[in-house]
């Protein structure tokens, strides 16, 4: 791992591209419009992107679909496209620094973090979905002695992957890799506030063998490039990662124009129960310190409701205060941050008026609540949290999607359930007890797509991700992420 001196060194010297690429080439916007990307640890301009209209997303679509169509992606041998993809993987993982660099500095979030977890989940998930291509078997229905009923699974077609900005390679592979290795062609529209990284795997995935029109990459913002997309009617799948309200929206796009299939990944507002009987609190505090304030709180999971049994809230709140120092902000490309920089001036404000909220609705502010600099510099955040909170508040209800906790206490089983529940959003849920019984049947009461028990996050790249409620209807990752991009075909043969 570099040091300091040397992140900062290479972040004065690394070359960014910022031409969308289309159809194998790497091209401005047709417009000749740019988005600019800037640094939010220092406000600095790292480049201008290329922002993309409705104009290069028709060229982009017309394209992946004579890709498609023409066979050299979607038929090639399963063994041919696993290769490429495995190539792409080795190739990310040789270019591990550069790409954490880019993430780094065009979202703010801590170097280690990336050189440790954003890029090698990037690798493993293109490595784990090549080699499925060519395990995956289809089915031979029991009908009837007269009769052969084939079950095939085939590529959808043409997949618009529209990602955020929270692990922007990340989210980025959890779409592409399986839908790639599905057969599918990819237009990849990254979010607009850090668009780099795509870019750069755009360039890899051509060097690994990716024919030209199977991945696209259109850079621009959601309302223009995204929704054009989306009402695309040659556009089969949209693979979605981000809020519940655009989520919403890109299902009426899919009403309006194809009935494209639509798959959500959408926001959270996961809570952690914690029961008197936890065996563990300094392993407890520390995992929900982790839970919200890693990635600056800008996490899909974050433990943003602690729920915790009004008997021992006086001995775990000391504790949880102990593991929330270990989160002051610092400069990201420091390799001993662990909380950076919130992704902008735009999102910091807008967690800065939800702290003002919880204050004026009536929650206690026990720790942080303030906006710092870092170098004089920056859009940094204090590690925030906030007890008594009530159910009707806004820092229980809506996702802040920044480092704010809040803390609500229960007094019996019921109640911890009811409150754990009252809620739009079903991601994640955390359960802390040392009761194997109650810890089953807490899991099976909460509405949550991922349930984590004396542990928070626990995952690979063989477990689904994913939610219920409002916090979308699809998974990534596993098996299962495969399903989002192919389609079942029965062929019924005649042997009588
Ligand atoms: P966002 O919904 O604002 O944007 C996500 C993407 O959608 C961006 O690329 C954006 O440009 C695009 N977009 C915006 N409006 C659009 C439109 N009208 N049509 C088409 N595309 C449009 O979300 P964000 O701020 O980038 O990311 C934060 C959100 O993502 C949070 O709610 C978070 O919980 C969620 N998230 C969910 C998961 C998960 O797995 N469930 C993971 C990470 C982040």
Excluded at 261 to 273: D, F, M, N, Q, V
Aim: charged share 20%; net charge negative; proline share 4%.
């Amino acid at each position: 791992m570099n040091s300091y001196k040397q992140w900062q060194e290479q972040a004065q010297s690394i070359t960014l591209i910022t031409d969308a690429f289309i159809n194998g080439e790497f091209v401005g916007s047709e417009t000749g419009e740019t988005l600019t990307s800037i640094n939010p640890a220092t406000g600095e301009i790292l480049a201008e992107v290329a922002s993309c209209s409705d104009i290069d997303a028709d060229i982009a679509v017309a394209g992946a679909r004579a890709a498609f169509q023409s066979g050299v992606w979607s038929r090639i041998p399963n063994a041919e496209r696993k290769k490429i993809l495995l190539k792409l993987a080795d190739l990310i993982e040789e270019n591990r620094d550069k790409f954490a660099l880019i993430d780094t500095l065009d979202m703010g979030k801590p170097i280690s973090d990336c050189v440790y977890f954003d890029v090698p989940t990037t690798v493993d998930t293109f490595r784990w979905s090549a080699e499925a291509i060519d395990k995956i078997y289809g089915e031979i229905s029991p009908t009837t002695d007269s009769s052969l009923a084939l079950i095939t699974r085939e590529p959808v077609g043409v997949v618009a992957a529209i990602v955020p900005w929270n692990y922007p390679l990340m989210m980025a592979s959890w779409k592409i890799a399986p839908a790639l290795a599905a057969g599918n062609c990819v237009i990849l529209k990254p979010s607009e506030k850090s668009p780099l990284s795509a870019l750069y795997l755009a360039e890899l995935a051509k060097t690994a063998g990716i024919p030209d029109g199977v991945l696209n990459v259109l850079p621009g913002s959601g309302h223009t490039v995204g929704k054009a997309l989306a009402l695309h009617p040659d556009v089969d799948v949209i693979a979605f990662t981000g809020s519940t309200k655009v989520a919403g929206q890109l299902m009426e796009y899919a009403g309006q124009s194809n009935l494209k299939r639509t798959w959500l990944e959408a926001g959270g507002k996961s809570p952690c129960i914690i029961f008197a009987d936890c065996e563990d609190l300094e392993a407890a505090a520390s995992a929900v310190a982790l839970g919200i304030f890693s990635n600056q709180g800008e996490v899909c999971i974050a433990t943003s409701r602690l729920i915790i049994e009004d008997s021992i809230k006086d001995e775990f709140i000391p504790l949880l205060i102990e593991e929330a120092k270990k989160y002051t902000p610092g400069d990201p490309l420091n390799p001993d941050t662990m909380m950076g920089a919130l992704v902008d001036q735009q999102h910091l404000d807008q967690v800065l008026a939800c702290i003002g909220k919880g204050k004026t609705e009536g929650a206690n502010l026990l720790f942080g609540g303030e906006s710092v600099q870092v170098n004089d510099k920056g859009c940094y955040i204090q590690p925030t949290i906030f007890t008594g909170a009530q159910q009707d508040m806004e820092i229980v209800q809506h996702e802040i999607f920044g480092p704010v906790l809040a803390i609500s206490t229960f007094s019996g089983w019921e109640e911890a359930i009811q409150l754990a529940n009252d809620s739009k959003y079903g991601l994640g849920a955390g359960i802390w007890t040392s009761n194997l019984k109650k810890a089953h049947k807490t899991a099976r009461e909460l509405q949550a797509g991922m349930v984590w028990i004396n542990n928070w996050a626990g995952s690979d790249t063989t477990t689904p991700f994913g939610g219920v409620k409002q916090s979308g209807n699809a998974r990534d990752k596993s098996l299962h992420s495969l399903e989002k991009y192919t389609e079942i075909k029965t062929t019924w043969i005649d042997l009588s």
